[in-house]
């Protein structure tokens, strides 16, 4: 076998267990929401002020990813929600199977919305299907406005682009114009957010963008 | 062959490849650098501020690694420059095989010092030697201080650690002593700078590393 067909053995053997997981989501009916974004972009950030926002009206849940440390899901245990950390070890982006295995290993019970943080990585993450209602795609106002041309792939499957850390616009030269004519011309359909978990700015917008997928996705369920 | 086997053939011909390279630098006295961090932690501005402070001095060329785009290699083009875009399609790393042959499709002269920005990604380029002289891991302060913790194979075996973006340390939340304890544990040997490529603050520490580490090699190689 060569390196492609070992490459497509895989995202077949993936796809087949993320389409086992969307179908038990489907009948949880769970929002599943995978996050991607480079290291630091603030993936945890987001969900910590997330939790706090959302959590006195739904059930939420998170599986963390890692090459190494707990450190992600304790601070979301903290807050009182279930998460769950998958150390990947050298991996760089979760696979559907990992997911699986996460739902055995804790009792999340039934959730609302089950956020996966995927393994902090712009490129990899992408080709791996883990069963979620939509990829989020974070970009950090630091790392500048030229992302989404040079990582295509993500930001063209991504259904929400959320540019965060909006609070440090002043001090850095990130050209959110340029950025937003970036993501659509890859994406034209992408809902673009500009937040900061920090200040609470732009928060109430993502909060809304996921009851409404929670909402679509149940009554589409009942029809 | 399994993944793993596929895995290790691929690594074993691409040390061979840059066993070759590592030849040829030293034949020609080039200090080669492989830069490595996420993306967004300022790998070309550092690079460009670097340019401005040597190339009075030094002889000095860059390869630039990116999934899409000839944005890199650009900006470095305009300081005046040799610089080459290698293109990897969706490859989340460069490998030294399209390091030969960027030095066979460009002229780069004879060089002080040739540095290879390789892709933004903390995980996947740590495992493929490019010939260099010594891998550099950049950390911006944006990007928070558990970072070598949660990517320590990187860390563990970069040379320097240059923490970046030190203009922004008065609006992060950014703990400069936990990130010099991680690395320190991880990786005693390493050398750990602080700067910013926008302000210059620490830059001459960085120029003065480029200068001994060229003089080195050019010293051992006289021997």
Redesign the interface.
């Known amino acids: 076998?060569?390196?492609v067909d070992?490459r497509e053995k895989?995202l077949a053997a993936n796809a087949a267990a993320a389409a086992e997981l969307r179908r038990r989501f489907a009948a949880q009916g769970t929002l599943v929401v995978n996050l991607i974004s480079?290291?630091?972009?603030g993936k945890t950030t987001l969900l910590e002020a997330t939790v706090r926002g959302l959590a006195p009206r739904l059930r939420l849940g998170a599986i963390e990813g890692?090459?190494?440390?707990e450190?992600d899901a304790e601070r979301l245990r903290r807050l009182g929600i279930p998460a769950h950390q998958i150390l990947t070890g050298?991996a760089?982006h979760l696979d559907a199977r990992q997911v699986r295995d996460a739902l055995a290993a804790r009792d999340f019970g039934a959730l609302d919305i089950l956020f996966i943080e995927n393994?902090?990585?712009?490129?990899?993450p992408t080709s791996y299907d883990l069963g979620e209602d939509f990829k989020a795609v974070l970009l950090?106002v630091?790392?500048?406005e030229?992302?989404p041309?040079?990582?295509?792939?993500i930001f063209s499957r991504a259904a929400a682009t959320v540019i965060t850390?909006a609070?440090?616009l002043p001090?850095?030269a990130f050209r959110l114009d340029e950025a937003r004519e970036q993501v659509a011309a890859l994406n034209p359909e992408c809902r673009l957010l500009v937040l900061s978990a920090t200040t609470g700015q732009g928060m109430a917008e993502w909060e809304q963008l996921l009851m409404e997928s929670l909402d679509r996705k149940r009554s589409a369920a009942a029809r």
Chains 1, 2 share one sequence.
Not at 119 to 124: E, T
Not at 149 to 153: E, N, R
């Open positions: 076998m060569t390196r070992v895989v480079s290291p630091g972009s890692d090459i190494a440390t450190r050298g760089c393994v902090g990585n712009l490129i990899c950090s630091t790392e500048g030229d992302k041309f040079k990582y295509p792939a850390k609070d440090l001090h850095v």
